[in-house]
Structures are given as structure tokens and as C-alpha cells.
């Protein structure tokens, strides 16, 4: 008998008890975003337990992005969104990138993986409304040129083509991609020559999109993605040429 087989049962904490006592009625009260959980000190008569263990609980869902705790206020149900599922995991998926470099390579890879498969779905699906916003926000990159104003638009851009498949669990993981690797795009479009790149790169992506050419918009995604990736190594190799000889 292994270990586990042979290993006394734990007991629960409180708090996990009443985790899924608190879980448990909002779903039999069809509790809305926005209604009001009952009072701490009715919820310790109602479940018999002490305040630490309502208030952790209490913690609990917060983090899960089920209730909202104000100061004063009793807590109150929130909207379950796919953008606050993933908003979840955003410090998490920080400290990762922080941690290893390799994880951000890993990202980038994702990334190419996502958008080449998102960018299929949206070349089918795409209307004349869609191409012109998408032609709107390559006139303002054009605008913009350089920097902050640059890299939102660019983002922007993405974040249609993710809206486009109409699919929300795409938006917001794309939208967190984006963010995530916010931090490294001015790297990749800051230095002299690369924003013409990306700009043509753009329009190519566009003009599959609207010829509603699925494999033509895969490839045109593909390009521009790994030569994004192929400038970001190149920038940080200057940077890194540059750091040695100071």
C-alpha cells in the first residue's frame, strides 16, 4: 500500500467549508452582479464558524473574481466575464515572464500559434465594416509613427482581428497576450526602418482579410509575427553590444 492509500484523512479548514457554503448560494439565490451577500455576523449564525474563517472565505472568492470587497460596504456579487477570468491569472503570468526570459520566447511562440488561427476564422468571417476599421487603424499608426501612440494602435489592430471571430475567450486571451508583451514591442518597432516594415506588413494582412483568403491571411500573420520576432532578437542584441561597450 503506498503512502497515500495508507495516509490518515485530512480535515477541511473552515474556510474551505465555507467557500463552497458562500459558492453554493449564490447559485441557489441566483444571486445578480451587484447584489449583496447577507452580513458577516449572519453568515457565522447561519454556518456556525467564526469570523477568521467567513472572512477568509470571503478572500477567497474575491480572488476568484466572484464578489467585490469595499471598505465598509458588505460584499457584493461581480460579473463573471471572460476578461475578469483572465485578469485572474495576469500577476501570475508577470512574475513568470520576470522570472525567465525563455518564458517570454514561449509566449512569443504562442502567440504565433493564436493569432495564425484566429486570423483564419476572422478572413471568413469579415465585413466591409471590419476592413475599413482595420484600414482606420493603419491610417493612425501611419499618423503616429513612433512610440506609445504606435504600439496602441498596433495593438488595437490585433485585439479587431481577435474580435472578429466572435469568439470572446479569443479577445481577452489575445488582449492579455498583447499586454503581456507590451513591455517588448517598442523594442521591436522603435529603432529606424522597422514601423515602414510593420506597416506593410499590415496592409498585407488586411487586404487577405479582405479577399477573404484564409490560407493568404494565415501566411501574411506568420511573416509578420516571426519577423517581429527576428527584429526583437536583432534590437536586443544591439542593446546588449551597446550595455558591454559602456
Known sequence: MNDIAAGPIRRRKLSDEVLERLLALIRTQKLQPGDQLPPERELMTLYGVG??????????????GRITINHGERARVSEVTVDAMISQFDTTARFLLDDDAENIDHLKQARVFFEAGMVRMAATRATVEDIATLRRLIDEMQQSR??????????????????????????????????????????????????DVSLREHHQIVDCLADNDPDAAEQAMRDHLTRASELYRQRAASLEEEDSRD
Open 51 to 64: 469570523r477568521p474563517a467567513i472572512r477568509e472565505a470571503m478572500q477567497q472568492l474575491a480572488s476568484m
Open 146 to 195: 513612433h512610440g506609445d501612440a504606435f504600439i496602441e494602435r498596433d495593438m488595437e489592430f490585433h485585439s479587431t482581428i481577435a474580435d472578429m471571430t466572435g469568439n470572446p475567450i479569443f479577445s481577452a486571451t489575445a488582449r492579455a497576450m498583447l499586454h503581456w508583451l507590451k513591455d517588448y514591442h517598442l523594442g521591436i518597432v522603435s529603432f529606424r526602418g522597422a514601423e
